[in-house]
């Protein structure tokens, strides 16, 4: 099954800094979805990309796509400690296939 | 506030026990998932469920069963735990999308099954 890969694994930066994270995918897609998961708990949805758009925003969040490359890249600006956690991409496959298939993961400490 | 419910935070059964892990959702969502996540391994897709009585496999279906007899409840089956079930257990549900529709999921807290 095809799988996002985020980049880096492990991402550390000071409050006020921006932080981008990207995923890589490998087959054509319906959509590409970001969460978040603070340490031990479940995942909360952040944002949906579908896959005739290029770019969207929410709040801080900024996601773009790019379907020929066959990438999504995730920015946060002016990050805060409390955007500890860690960010993992999702996709979901064109055709009828309903489930999303995740990355491994970003793990992102904003230090105070 | 919306809410997936997983049933234990934290679970220790002995290898061999059957294991069940109960999950229900308040959103009247019609697909409801099963996922295990290990270090280094993200989030691998254990089963899945469209519709009520219906079931799919994901990726890592060997040693799991699931039920769902009602559309709010998704129980995922260990039918013989054993120590490589040790693990988190995530369920999600989403609304059911077609075509260009893609909706995002409702995750649980998880369940920590450690099997000794």
């Known amino acids: 099954s095809q799988q996002g890969e985020e980049d880096p694994q492990a991402l550390s930066i000071q409050e006020g800094e921006n932080a981008t994270m990207n995923c890589s995918y490998k087959t054509s897609i319906n959509n590409l979805q970001w969460y978040r998961q603070n340490s031990g708990r479940g995942l909360v949805h952040l944002i949906l990309?579908?896959?005739?758009?290029r770019e969207k925003h929410s709040g801080r969040l900024r996601v773009t796509l790019d379907t020929s490359k066959k990438s999504s890249s995730l920015l946060i600006t002016a990050s805060r400690a409390a955007d500890t956690a860690s960010y993992f991409c999702?996709?979901?496959?064109?055709?009828?296939?309903?489930?999303?298939?995740f990355g491994s993961g970003t793990q992102l400490t904003v230090l105070p | 506030d919306v809410k997936v419910t997983q049933s234990s935070r934290y679970l220790v059964k002995r290898t061999g026990e059957k294991v069940f892990l109960e999950c229900v959702q308040d959103m009247d969502h019609e697909n409801m998932f099963w996922y295990r996540q290990d270090p280094g391994l993200g989030l691998r897709l254990i089963y899945f469920?469209?519709?009520?009585?219906?079931?799919e496999k994901g990726d890592i279906p060997e040693g799991y069963s699931v039920s769902r007899e009602k559309k709010e409840r998704f129980s995922l089956i260990l039918e013989s735990a054993s120590t490589n079930q040790t693990s988190m257990y995530l369920c999600a549900s989403s609304l059911a999308g077609r075509g260009d529709r893609g909706y995002g999921y409702t995750f649980g807290s998880g369940t920590r099954l450690t099997v000794v």
């Open positions: 469920s469209y519709d009520v009585k219906m079931k």
């Open positions: 999702a996709t979901r496959g064109s055709g009828s296939a309903r489930q999303l298939t």
């Open positions: 990309i579908r896959s005739n758009e």
